[in-house]
């Protein structure tokens, strides 16, 4: 046999090894799975009930939209089951860590939210947002589990020290020198409209006017009552932005303010800690012909006047402070997160059912 009949012999000995590898990797290389299976992670699976009833109240919140296609339903499903297993990756790593949130910690935090309502009140409203007590204690456990390990694994391993704010500081002094008085406040905000990018804790989103109304006119009379604004704002607050800090909009400029007379008269009213009255939001707040879009609470929680503001100032300080803490709790979850994903072996049958369908 010669030698270029050899090179051919194993030429093709390696494109059938190439060949079946492919094979195996593509119909063999995960345990078989049931229909009833989306995706496991690590071993366990995501039922696609659980993908179904997330699509659903997604798609029941977006009711008054145009119908998606098939296309449209799979890309919002592969998104939505996405947020699935990461969530099951970060309560897998929480229960490894025995940091799972204890029936007491769910029942407290329960006994917090029924707080101002009847019994009465709290079961229509529950049922209003298409959960059980079940799906809340779930939802809580979840939301206090993953609180704990992001203290755990994050937040305890951040130092921001003296040297660090004084180096912030004198590399951003003409930040803290003010041409005007700046007001710092918070917000919790309530569209008339369906918005899908509305995202607070809760999941909870106005449709329309009259429901916006009854939201905010709801929210405002827990505040009064004494509730913390920031986690009513988390909570049930419809702006994406600001929701998630607990409604924090960051220092406005009394020139800025002053652009939407109403909410510049209410607030230059207020003292440091008070809040407004329901204010109503417009499209087009300079136009004659402007329309209500939404309604707003917001609160004042500091007014600084204008000059030099010293370093030697504790609320400077603090505000450096989170500035710091913020970026680089935002830096290290980034990277835990993706070193969890690489750690955990995840397999999304949906993603195969999707592709293999749209690649006939």
């Keep these: 046999m010669t030698p270029m009949h050899l090179k051919n012999m194993f030429r093709s000995a390696n494109s059938l090894l190439i060949a079946g590898a492919l094979s195996l990797s593509l119909t063999g290389c995960h345990p078989t799975h049931g229909a009833d299976v989306v995706a496991s992670v690590n071993g366990k699976a995501i039922p696609r009930a659980d993908l179904d009833r997330f699509y659903k109240s997604q798609m029941a919140q977006n009711q008054n939209q145009q119908p998606v296609n098939e296309d449209q339903a799979d890309s ?50 529950l049922k209003a947002s298409n959960h059980t007590l079940d799906d809340m204690k ?46 710092h406040l918070g917000q919790v905000l309530v569209t008339s409209f369906p918005s899908p990018q509305a995202v607070n804790l809760q999941s909870s989103k106005a449709t329309n006017d009259a429901e916006a109304k009854k939201k905010i006119q709801t929210l405002k009379n827990r505040i009064d009552s004494g509730e913390d604004f920031s986690a009513i704002a988390m909570n049930f607050s419809e702006n994406p932005q600001t929701a998630q800090n607990g409604g924090d909009m960051g220092f406005i400029s009394e020139s800025q303010l002053h652009s939407d007379i109403l909410s510049y008269t209410a607030v230059t ?43 030697t100032d504790p609320a400077v300080q603090q505000n450096i402070r989170q500035q710091l ?29 999707v592709f293999k369908k749209g690649a006939k």
């Design 76 to 125: 919002a499903r592969l998104t939505i089951l996405r947020s699935l297993i990461d969530e099951e990756i970060i309560q897998q790593r929480a229960a490894k860590m025995n940091l799972t949130a204890s029936n007491e910690d769910v029942d407290a935090k329960v006994t917090e939210m029924k707080a101002p309502y009847t019994e009465e009140q709290f079961n229509e409203r």
């Design 138 to 183: 779930r939802e809580i456990r979840r939301s206090l589990t993953f609180d704990k390990l992001l203290n755990k694994e994050i937040n305890s391993k951040i130092n921001i020290t003296d040297s660090d704010v004084s180096s912030y500081y004198a590399a951003h002094k003409s930040e803290y020198n003010l041409v005007e008085t700046q007001y």
């Design 269 to 311: 009213k207020l003292k440091a800690g008070g809040v407004t009255d329901i204010l109503p939001v417009f499209d087009q707040p300079a136009s004659p012909a402007k329309k209500v879009i939404g309604y707003v609470i917001l609160k004042l929680i500091s007014r600084d006047a204008a000059g030099q503001r010293l370093l």
């Design 325 to 353: 803490h913020d970026a680089r709790s935002t830096l290290l979850k980034n990277a835990y997160f993706e070193m969890l994903r690489n750690q955990s072996k995840v397999e999304n049958y949906f993603a195969e059912e």
